[in-house]
């Protein structure tokens, strides 16, 4: 089922229960190439959040700044290939909110083990901010924040549950948001963790 979130932006329970193993087995195969590391902010403090990233180009951040690149930083290598999982799950769960044609070059994967948490923030590493984003929840429930365009709009907390997708677009898509810390469960599929999938389209498209 469909639920409005603000305009622009539209949950879509339970939507990726037909692929979550799927996805799973991809989070995997990604981060056999490309392991989850807890990365530094400009400001020189450690995320709880470990990341990954596949596809074209990966978000990462460190004492430079914040910034989509072609390589891992560890290795320098390429990133991982989008397992075609991700990119078919993204362009349906865009479509199905009113954004057809939606090409992600890059999916971040956030994994949260209890406690782990992210500050409200703004996604505006983008060039394009006309495109959405397609977030995808497994494991673990989280509490998600979500403000307004100003950071001193109100906060909402809403649960995000195991293959829950959110598509944040048009009005949402500067939007203040962030997630409460984890908190300890077992999740049967998934086990003690909570991993985020946000699909999105980094670099210029055209
Ligand atoms: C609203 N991730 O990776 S997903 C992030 O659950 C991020 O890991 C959170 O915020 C997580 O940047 C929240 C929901 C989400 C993602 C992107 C958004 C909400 C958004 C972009 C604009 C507005
Ligand atoms: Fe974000």
């Known amino acids: 089922w469909v639920e409005p979130v603000t305009p622009g932006a539209v949950i879509l329970r339970r939507f990726a229960r037909g692929c979550a193993r799927e996805l799973l087995a991809g989070i995997d195969a990604v981060a056999a190439r490309a392991p989850f590391r807890q990365m530094q902010t400009p400001g020189g403090f450690t995320m709880s959040v470990a990341m990954t990233s596949c596809g074209a180009l990966g978000w990462v951040t460190d004492r430079q700044g914040y910034r989509y690149q072609p390589r891992d ?17 993204g362009q349906q769960a865009a479509e199905s909110a009113g954004f057809p044609g939606f090409m992600p070059d890059s999916c971040l994967i956030n994994r949260y083990l209890p406690g782990a948490r992210m500050a409200l923030h703004q996604d505006k590493d983008e060039r394009d901010l006309r495109a959405p984003i397609v977030s995808v929840s497994l494991g673990l429930t989280a509490r998600f924040l979500f ?11 809403i649960p995000l549950e195991h ?11 500067l939007a203040y948001h962030g997630i409460m810390p984890v908190r300890p469960g077992e999740h049967p599929l998934v086990g003690g963790v909570r991993y985020n999938l946000t699909l999105r389209q980094s670099g210029k498209n055209e």
């Open 73 to 89: 930083p560890q290795d320098l290598q390429p990133w991982p290939l989008m397992p075609p999982a991700f990119l078919t799950l």
């Open 147 to 157: 403000g307004g365009l100003s950071r001193r709009d109100p906060v909402r907390q």
């Open 163 to 173: 293959c829950d997708v959110v598509v944040w677009g048009g009005p949402a898509r």
